[in-house]
């Protein structure tokens, strides 16, 4: 059974159409990247599988239930939609203190989880005085309260500096490893490419693809690129099998849609001079580009 199960659900935001149909399953035991153009719909996605927002259409059940019919929800899901609604004037253990006592959580968890975030430290220090990161951290802390078998991040890597980011993968991993689910929404295309098992991509609202993250990024097209003090004379010879090319400064050309037996071929035969030959494979931020191109940049 999938951890999380989203079936045509779909949300109407007067004429807007937030979610569509929308369509997908989080296998239990892997890390779910949940990525789409701003504006995609998937903060409200996450609201839905949540129970904070009623969709017009559709299930999203969690452990096979809805999120409101599950007992003691944050024993199985924790979940992090944004790093804020921090009294200011409590320190880090009185606030979590508060989330432990309206999710029925013993206090004692408290520290725990304080140390599992790496703010064991910063136990007795108000929250207004914390940097975004730390508030991420305190924010993941809350959600680790139940010990759910489940966590809903959306953006966790904001306000992490590159080290916080090697330690959230890290950390997300280990739950992973111990038979936990993460799905998490992120910008960071390049992390969730080192980090996630699978991917779901959607636009307008509406699933685009789903898979591996192996899987999804061998959906982009293939490229060689090349240094040649004779790159028109490359340039040429490509052209005229029909590859697509480009110049990337004055001696590199980009064969687009080949692998280097194409393009090994178009240089013996031309008697071009080559310095370096590389095959590139698209990465996922390549593939989602290309698969969400005419979204554009709307919010």
């Known amino acids: 059974m ?18 569509d149909d929308l369509t997908f399953d989080v ?13 995609a719909g998937k903060t409200t996605t996450l609201r839905m599988v949540l129970g904070l927002v009623r969709p017009n259409a559709g299930t999203a059940l969690v452990d096979g239930i809805p999120y409101a019919s599950l007992d003691r929800p944050s024993r199985h899901v924790g979940a992090v939609l944004e790093a804020s609604g921090f009294h200011p004037g409590r320190t880090a253990r009185d ?8 999710g029925g959580v013993p206090a004692s968890r408290v520290d725990d989880v304080l140390a599992e975030v790496d703010l064991a430290g910063a136990v007795g220090r108000r929250v207004g005085g914390f940097s975004l990161g ?19 991040l ?16 890290s950390f997300l991993r280990s739950r992973v490893d111990e038979g936990r689910t993460v799905l998490v929404s992120s910008h960071l295309l390049a992390e969730l490419a080192l980090s996630a098992d699978s991917v779901v991509i959607i636009k307008r609202g ?21 240094r040649t ?22 001696d590199h050309v980009v064969a687009h849609g080949v692998g280097t037996e194409v393009v090994g071929q178009a240089v013996a035969d031309a008697g071009v001079v080559v310095y370096e030959m590389s095959a590139q494979r698209p990465d996922l931020e390549d593939t989602f580009l290309a698969l969400t191109a005419d979204e554009g940049s709307a919010s």
């Open 2 to 19: 999938a951890a999380i199960s989203v079936q045509g659900l779909t949300k109407q935001f007067g004429d807007v159409a937030a979610v």
């Open 27 to 39: 296998p239990s035991g892997t890390i779910t990247g949940f990525i789409g153009p701003n504006g």
């Open 95 to 102: 606030h979590l203190r508060v989330l432990a006592g309206r």
């Open 134 to 152: 730390m508030k991420q951290r305190l924010a993941l802390a809350g959600a680790l309260l139940g010990d759910p078998g489940i966590l809903v």
């Open 154 to 169: 959306d953006e966790p890597t904001n306000g992490l500096d590159p080290a916080g980011v090697h330690w959230l993968r």
């Open 206 to 226: 509406r699933l685009v693809v789903q898979g591996p993250v192996s899987e999804i990024m061998a959906v982009g097209t293939a490229a060689v690129r090349v």
């Open 229 to 250: 003090p004779q790159a028109d004379q490359l340039r040429t010879a490509l052209t005229a099998r029909g590859v697509l090319t480009q110049m990337d400064g004055p």
